[in-house]
């Protein structure tokens, strides 16, 4: 009896130790803990400024964290339905914006979102639209709500180089600069460990990002492992997008979800107070 016990402990130990070394290959130390860098309180309003449905699956996590521990209203800003997107055989091409748009209910029970606003911008050319009416959809939406904070895509490589999630974040940059109630901005981007393995690991990441012009440096981070079954759940929403899903973060429905957000239990953001805008 005591060789089993000593055995499943060398399993157990063997275990630990390989979720340690995981963890801390796609993680990086040293970043600042979101409520730690940024003390909220109950006055703050959170605004997120995406381009598609799904794009809030990789903060749903953080979202999560404010709205379910901190009691904070957010509201959800989608500039396109995601028309163009795939379907993963569920609906035919033009039933996707409805489609997509039923995803998004869910979406928003989920993450307990207060408004949700869908825009109906062209899907993969809002980069061609003019860029000051976007600054005035997104100043108009942020003026209904006040927010203090914003969340969006980088403003260089819209996380792996879609030019809608560069162009929702320059809008969305621009936007909190001139807003009053706005005290920063975070934007999404990636630790080098992750970088490295969506590079490795992702056929979307290996043919679009460009590290010349790259994802800026994560100076904050949120743990979001008590978050995980809703992350988990947001991505799962978006049924149609499954193949996207699978592709930007392999394995997430292969390995137990204990497992995969053992590893994966942090999501980053570079993030700006106003003045650096």
Not at 96 to 122: F, N, S
Not at 192 to 207: C, V
């Amino acid at each position: 009896m005591i060789w089993v016990i000593i055995a499943l402990a060398a399993v157990l130990a063997l275990l630990c130790g390989a979720l340690a070394f995981a963890n801390g290959f796609v993680n990086q130390s040293g970043v600042p803990r979101l409520t730690r860098r940024v003390r909220f309180n109950k006055d703050d309003r959170i605004l997120y400024v995406v381009a598609h449905p799904d794009d809030e699956v990789l903060m749903s996590g953080t979202l999560s964290l404010l709205k379910r521990k901190y009691g904070l209203p957010v509201k959800a800003l989608y500039l396109t339905h995601g028309e163009d997107g795939p379907t993963y055989d569920l609906v035919p091409k033009s039933g996707l914006k409805e489609r997509r748009t039923q995803e998004l209910g869910q979406v928003k029970t989920l993450l307990a979102l207060d408004e949700m606003v869908v825009c109906d911008y062209p899907d993969r050319y809002l980069a061609n639209q003019d860029f000051d009416a976007v600054c005035d959809t997104v100043r108009r939406e942020a003026e209904a709500f006040s927010p203090t904070y914003v969340f969006t895509f980088d403003e260089n490589i819209g996380m792996y180089g879609h030019t809608d999630h560069v162009a929702a974040g320059k809008a969305a940059a621009h936007v909190a600069k001139q807003t009053d109630s706005i005290k920063g901005v975070f934007q999404m981007t990636l630790p080098g460990g992750m970088l490295a393995l969506a590079l490795k690991l992702s056929k979307t990441f290996r043919e679009r990002y460009d590290p010349a012009r790259g994802l800026p440096r994560p100076n904050v981070a949120a743990n979001i492992y008590r978050w995980r079954g809703i992350r988990y759940a947001v991505t799962r929403a978006h049924e149609t997008q499954t193949a996207v899903m699978r592709e930007l973060q392999p394995y997430y429905d292969k390995l137990p979800r204990w497992l995969y957000y053992a590893i994966f239990d942090r999501e980053y953001f570079y993030y700006r107070e106003k003045s650096e805008l």
